[in-house]
């Protein structure tokens, strides 16, 4: 791996700066037995997880920071087995949604919301955002995606600003201010080796090399600046300083970079039974408990987990077909039960996950990581069977929210809620201060926290 | 279209779905503010002019004393003692010039009295201290995007900023009332500047080359070497590749690539050599397939981000030759440009592929019977019928391009180093010092005279990095470090003296780049010292020069152009409108206008005034015209009905107007008064409390606005909002001529819109008791000289505005432009000149 190869790799997401992202095709440099072998060796290693961000809190907060995990699928949920048939708190639950009874007064299951679109495969690439990428000229932040927009807001106070993880291929779900595909890490292994996985002392020597190169860039540029800084009238100053802080804030951004590459990362054991001969479920809950462990060390506060349309769901229970090919059920009540197998599978990995999150106490203030969790849950596709993209199927959990239970969110006319309403509110609560986003009209107020 | 909302709130994109309500809330306090004119107040302060004057007479009545409607008093406009409030003074003279203070119903002015009091306020502005004292100079703004990339381009003299997409990482630029010009809204972060130098870096890597030079190779592509890429996350599904005959394109949503030659190897000059033909145009019906029979068959190469786009010859050979210099990592791809093969099913392209069935069926009905015949449905599957697309995939014959096979040769180059190396850096093996070599690139990049001592921190740079990086390298990062820096990111600072200044903004304002070396000379010999000079070279840059940046930027920022599928039209009931892009066509309409009005020098207010546009086929079908031909090429016609002509008829006003399903004569109104009109209405206070009104009972728009009128608060604002807007109330969310109202009631039907709602009623009547029974009268309305002085007005605020990067508050030296403009007949190249000749251009 060249310099100049390195730096392009590595600088090529303006908010994933920290690592490099990894290539689908792609490793970081070790051999395959290797890396068996450091995965093997690392177990009994899970004491007291050192919290990775501790070292640059800049204050010791009074509460945890919020983390934000984002779960989606293509093909939205079977609407007779997702929607609970009544509304309120005391929802009887729905069979897809029963793994997720635990949770019930943490949960705030969403009826008659979505981007309105039209229906038909491909929209579902704007659920985080309500905008097509052929649309996304139209906002100055493109088709940015919901996660990418967190993952900014979070900076380089973490290792990554972001993590997006799936079994295969992806679905298309994140997307970066410039409408840009960011590309889910789509082999367990491979999400291992970058989260939890050293660098090797060559990559970080590269990696310092070009930190240093931008650094004395900015060195160049600031020395120069004080004296037109100095000069400058009050007319002037105003947009001076604005630069004069830009330079000021990218040189402790690259500090920090630089303290990343010389911390070691957090350790994890997870056994190695998830490798290729694992089930799907097997590799699912390694690599949601992947994204729970980084919530925990604080090596992210912003994860996307995806459920691709052509992952071979069939050694699941009960499944025989394509997870496409079951969506077309014609209303066939065999293959119905196989996609709400799919389905429910999804919802088990989730909740087994959130369970995990509730279990791990916060550092900071007494709640679980999962209080301090935005989870949502959704698809940008209403129901594959319809091909329709109306009355999305979305699900919100944890973040300390006062949960609704399952609502009606129609207003008086009976219109469907905008979801970027719903976004505009999880972004609020992220303490992302904006008073609209996309095709808002206004936040989700029925959601509402402490 | 947040534009037309308060400006405070534009920043952000707000949806306007509810916007009725919001905007009746909003605009409230406006009129509340500068019109109303209803209670008489007792009370009068003392003001500079006498009891008696007409002033007072005509005024006084309402806008006096401590609870002055409108939150407008005459004390505002100064007493003896003070000169009053500029903004007021400004305001209540532009109402009064345009006639709408003081309203009929509360006093007439005569003529000579009106005369009396627009000299009596402006005189009031000219002697004020704001006028007196007004400081033209401008704070520096960041380039936009566009800025930054075409001065790259220039500063370093190559052809663009490469093919490998270098700055696909920058942060895209906020507008501000459309413009992206906007120094507040442009800002600059630390994000911004890490993507800048990231941006440059990856610039320069593909034009200064180090290194032993790389080796030429030959590729040979083979059709069936040419395969189709995914377009969806299915990667598992083999791709499309072609036959020992020819690659044919289908599908254009779908890409081609080349195995051998997928991405370029090594940065270089290669010569691209693609044997090529077009197929069965015309041989399904234009009305199934969505393309035209007179359209050529086009193809498009895409070199990263640089697209050639050739026509191909019907079924014969045609070899496209191209010399480009590519940089690593540039993708090749291939495309088949149209807006047709969408028209059936959902869009997507396997569903055209029944149209092969159809033709089948009525041309070779043996054919079809086989293929029918032979059709065995699976137990459990679904029984799919023979018109079904899946049984026709293989006998598509659909217009396409096919590619018989291609040559690749490269890299290429001129001389080792390449002489877009040696260009840029001279000699860097020979005597000359650091400075003399870099010198001339920041002389260029930083459009100004580079003073003694201003590059040692880059010389230092340069220097500290030879040893470890190499010379080359070394002076790489001097020229990032030069172009990172605020002389060149942000628009002439304090550091470039008047003449300098002068000639990079009218670059920027005209060609949104570095000053040529003809501008910066012209304005270091004060050759562009006069209106009649500015006039001339604007007049031979519209010529010979490429002003395409300006014809491209400035009428899609003036009317907000970005935002027309912000809302757009629902896909159900308006599928031709998405299916055929209309909205691509919608704003190509308005440029070429646009491009009109400039190369042919007409006057300004042939905006409003033409009984022309510029439509395509496309459009015609919107426009329910039939005598055009039918091809996507634009083309002038005459509208003969008076209903449309200029900007006012056009597609991309009445869409970018209107909500998915309706329309509102209050988002078109707001859209004239602002965009074409110069009225702002400004926002009420937070605490403005608005009753909503019952509007169960209504059936239509009209019925709508009136119950809100039944408000008082409504009232005051709407009686002045509304008439600007009702005249284009028999345009649908597309721009189509409709006589009813679409009946809501119904689900929308695929086939067509139903228009058996209540009957239009387009007429309406203004404050100053003008009325109007529909668009017709309306446009004459609006080309009296009054109102043509108004647009004027606004057009060149519009100007200013592009070019300042931030409103022009001072009245009285657009009225001077706006004189001088008027004076040449509203000729656009004397406006754009009387405009680049201002104080406010000028800055001083």
């Given amino acids: 791996m060249g310099h100049t190869r390195l730096s392009a790799t590595s600088l090529k997401n303006p908010f994933d700066l920290t690592e490099v992202t990894i290539e689908p095709n792609g490793s970081i440099g070790l051999n395959a037995c290797e890396r068996r072998t450091l995965l093997k060796g690392l177990g009994g290693t899970l004491a007291l997880p050192f919290l990775e961000s501790d070292a640059f809190a800049k204050k010791t907060p009074d509460k945890e920071p919020l983390r934000f995990l984002v779960v989606g699928n293509p093909f939205g949920m079977h609407p007779g087995n997702f929607f609970p048939m009544d509304f309120g708190k005391d929802y009887q639950s729905s069979p897809t949604l029963k793994s997720l009874d635990w949770l019930r007064d943490r949960l705030t299951i969403i009826s008659h919301t979505d981007h309105n679109m039209v229906s038909g495969h491909g929209r579902e690439i704007s659920f985080l955002s309500g905008v097509l990428p052929t649309d996304a000229q139209s906002f100055p932040e493109k088709n940015m995606s919901l996660d990418q927009l967190f993952a900014r807001h979070v900076g380089s106070q973490v290792r990554f600003p972001s993590v997006g993880a799936s079994l295969d291929s992806g679905i298309r779900m994140s997307w970066t201010a410039n409408g840009v595909e960011k590309l889910p890490i789509t082999d367990p292994q491979q999400l291992f080796n970058h989260l939890f996985l050293n660098l090797t002392d060559q990559q970080k020597k590269l990696r310092k090399q070009m930190i240093a190169r931008n650094a004395s860039i900015l060195d160049t540029v600031g020395d120069q600046f004080s004296e037109t800084i100095k000069r400058a009238s009050g007319k002037d100053r105003e947009r001076l300083q604005q630069f004069e802080t830009s330079v000021r804030e990218l040189e402790l951004t690259l500090s920090d970079r630089l303290t990343w590459i010389d911390r070691n990362k957090p350790k994890l054991d997870l056994g190695s039974d998830f490798l290729a001969d694992g089930t799907i479920r097997k590799k699912y809950e390694a690599i949601f408990d992947m994204i729970a462990y980084a919530f925990e060390t604080d090596l992210t506060r912003v994860a996307t987990i995806e459920f691709p349309a052509e992952l071979n769901y069939t050694d699941l229970s009960g499944v025989n077909r394509s997870y496409h090919g079951c969506t077309h059920n014609g209303r066939g009540e065999d293959l119905v039960n196989e996609l709400v197998a799919i389905e429910s599978f999804q919802i088990e990995c989730l909740s087994r996950c959130l369970k995990k999150l509730d279990s791990i106490r916060v550092s900071h203030g007494d709640e679980s990581m999962l209080d301090r969790t935005i989870v949502l849950f959704g698809s940008g596709m209403g129901y594959g069977g319809t091909h329709s993209n109306r009355d999305l199927p979305i699900l919100v959990a944890g973040g300390g929210f006062k949960h609704l239970g399952h609502v009606d969110v129609r207003d008086n006319a009976g219109r469907n809620m905008p979801l970027c309403n719903l976004y505009l509110t999880l972004m609020q609560r992220f303490g992302i201060e904006r008073d609209s986003f996309n095709t808002s009209t206004g936040s989700f107020e029925a959601l509402d926290w402490s | ?844």
């Avoid at chain 2, 449309?644 to 004239?672: E, K, N, Q, Y």
């Fill in chain 2, 1 to 844: 279209m947040h534009a037309f909302l308060p400006k405070y709130e534009s920043h952000h994109l707000m949806s306007v779905r509810n916007r009725i309500d919001h905007l009746f809330a909003r605009l409230a306090v406006f009129f509340a503010t500068v019109l109303a004119f209803a209670i008489a107040i007792t009370s009068q302060p003392k003001t500079a002019i006498g009891e008696e004057s007409p002033l007072h007479a005509h005024c006084g009545d309402c806008h006096a004393g401590n609870d002055a409607e409108g939150d407008f008093s005459l004390g505002q406009i100064g007493s003896d003692a003070d000169n009053g409030d500029y903004h007021a003074l400004s305001r209540s003279l532009e109402r009064i010039t345009a006639g709408e203070m003081p309203p009929p119903t509360s006093s007439v002015l005569s003529t000579s009295e009106k005369a009396a009091i627009v000299h009596f306020l402006k005189q009031r502005l000219r002697s004020h201290p704001d006028q007196i004292n007004r400081d033209y100079r401008l704070p520096p703004r960041r380039l936009n995007n566009r800025e930054f990339e075409n001065s790259v381009r220039d500063a370093l003299m190559i052809e663009d900023v490469g093919t490998h997409q270098p700055t696909d990482n920058l942060i895209g630029d906020s507008r501000f009332a459309g413009f992206d010009t906007h120094g507040q809204t442009l800002g600059f972060s630390n994000f911004h500047l890490e993507q800048y130098i990231e941006s440059l870096r990856s610039i320069m890597d593909a034009t200064i080359l180090s290194g032993e030079q790389r080796p030429s190779e030959r590729y040979e592509v083979q059709p069936t070497q040419i395969f189709s890429a995914h377009t969806s996350q299915n990667i598992n599904r083999p791709e499309r590749r072609g036959r020992p005959t020819g690659f044919d394109f289908l599908d254009p949503k779908q890409l081609a690539y080349f195995a051998p030659f997928k991405t370029v190897p090594a940065t270089g000059w290669y010569k691209i050599s693609i044997r090529c033909t077009a197929l069965d145009r015309g041989y399904y019906p234009a009305t199934e397939t969505g393309i035209h029979d007179a359209d050529p068959i086009k193809l498009v190469i895409q070199l990263g981000n640089r697209h050639r786009e050739f026509e191909l010859p019907d079924e014969e050979v045609m070899v496209i030759n191209l010399q480009e210099w590519l940089a690593e990592g540039t993708r090749l791809r291939l495309r088949y440009p149209t807006d047709g093969l969408t028209l059936r099913g959902n869009g997507n392209f396997k569903f055209q592929n029944a149209i092969a069935g159809e033709y089948i069926k009525k041309h070779d009905p043996n054919l079809y019977k086989r293929v029918a015949d032979a059709i065995v449905t699976k137990p459990g599957r679904r029984v799919l019928r023979p018109e079904s697309w899946h049984h026709w995939v293989d006998y598509w014959r659909g217009p396409r391009p096919r590619i018989l096979g291609a040559t690749i040769e490269g890299p290429f180059y001129d001389s080792w180093p390449p002489r877009r190396h040696t260009a840029l850096l001279p000699e860097l093996e020979s005597g000359k010092t650091v400075e003399d070599l870099i010198r001339p690139i920041a002389t260029r990049a930083w459009r100004r005279t580079v003073h003694d001592g201003e590059l040692d921190h880059i010389v230092d740079l340069i220097e500290a990095n030879e040893e470890k990086l190499g010379k080359t390298e070394a002076f790489k990062e001097g020229i990032v470090a030069l172009l990172a820096s605020p002389d060149f990111l942000l628009t002439a600072t304090e550091k470039s003296n008047a003449n300098e200044r002068f000639a990079s903004k009218f670059s920027l304002f005209l060609h949104s780049t570095l000053p040529d070396t003809r501008l910066i000379q012209q304005a270091n010999t004060n050759q562009l010292s006069t209106f009649e000079s500015v006039h001339e070279e604007v007049r031979r840059r519209i010529r010979s020069a490429n002003i395409q940046p300006f014809l491209q930027e400035f009428p899609y920022g003036w009317l907000n152009l970005s935002e027309i599928n912000f809302m757009s039209p629902d896909p159900d009931r308006y599928r031709f409108y998405h299916r055929k892009r209309l909205s691509e066509d919608m704003c190509n309409e308005v440029l070429t206008f646009f491009n009109h009005v400039v190369e042919q020098d007409l006057p300004i207010t042939e905006f409003l005034e033409a009984d022309y546009s510029f439509i395509n086929a496309d459009l015609a079908n919107i426009y329910e015209v039939s005598d055009i031909k039918q091809d996507s090429h634009m083309r002038r016609y005459h509208f003969h009905n008076g209903r449309r002509g200029g900007l006012l008829g056009m597609g991309a006003f009445l869409t970018l107007t209107a909500d998915s399903l309706g329309t509102s004569p209050i988002h078109r109104a707001t859209f004239v008064m602002e965009n074409l009109m110069g009225i702002h209405p400004t926002p009420p206070p937070a605490d403005v409390k608005i009753e909503e009104p019952d509007i169960r009972a209504a059936r239509t728009m009209k019925d709508v606005l009136r119950l809100h009128q039944s408000e008082q608060n409504c009232a005051t604002c709407h009686r002045n909002i509304d008439p600007f807007g009702w005249a284009f109330e028999n345009f649908d969310s597309v721009g189509a001529w409709r006589d009813t109202y679409e009946n809501q009631t119904e689900t929308p039907t695929k086939k067509h819109n139903r228009h058996d709602g209540p009957r239009i009623d387009a007429s309406s009547t203004f404050a100053d008791g003008t009325d109007y029974a529909d668009i017709n009268a309306f446009r004459r309305i609006i080309s009296t000289p009054e109102n043509q002085e108004r647009f004027a007005r606004c057009f060149i605020t519009k100007l200013l505005t592009y070019a300042n990067g931030e409103v022009p508050s001072d009245y009285l030296e657009i009225d001077t432009i706006l004189k001088r403009a008027k004076d040449h007949d509203y000729r656009i190249s004397a406006t754009i000149a009387a405009v680049i000749d201002s104080r406010l251009f000028r800055e001083e």
